[in-house]
């Protein structure tokens, strides 16, 4: 599979790899706490894979993360 290391990573992706990464916690703990392989993890941690929904699901359940909608211009959303 080729690099998919781009300059202008998507906003979600770059938050999971950042809360991955600040955690501290092994690939081996959060497959097991997740189900997301530890060689899914590690290729997307290296921008060699991309992950799957339902995995980005688990990973932002198990994080904590909630997705909220940017509000556009000063007068909301």
Same mark, same amino acid.
């Given at each position: 599979m080729?690099? %998919?290391?781009? *300059?202008? *990573?998507? #906003?979600?992706? /770059?938050?999971? +790899? !950042?809360?991955?990464r *600040?955690? &501290? @916690?092994?690939?081996?703990?959060?497959?097991?706490?997740?189900?997301?392989? !530890?060689?899914?993890?590690?290729?997307? %941690?290296?921008?060699? +894979?991309?992950? +799957?929904?339902?995995?980005?699901?688990?990973?932002?359940?198990?994080? /904590?993360? *909630?997705?909220? #909608?940017?509000? @556009? &211009? +000063?007068g &909301?959303?």
């Open positions: 080729s690099d %998919m290391t781009t *300059e202008h *990573e998507a #906003p979600v992706t /770059g938050v999971l +790899r !950042r809360v991955i *600040e955690s &501290g @916690k092994s690939l081996l703990a959060i497959q097991k706490a997740t189900a997301v392989s !530890r060689q899914s993890l590690a290729l997307f %941690m290296r921008h060699k +894979r991309r992950l +799957r929904s339902d995995a980005a699901d688990a990973l932002a359940t198990y994080f /904590g993360m *909630e997705l909220v #909608p940017k509000r @556009k &211009g +000063r &909301g959303a």
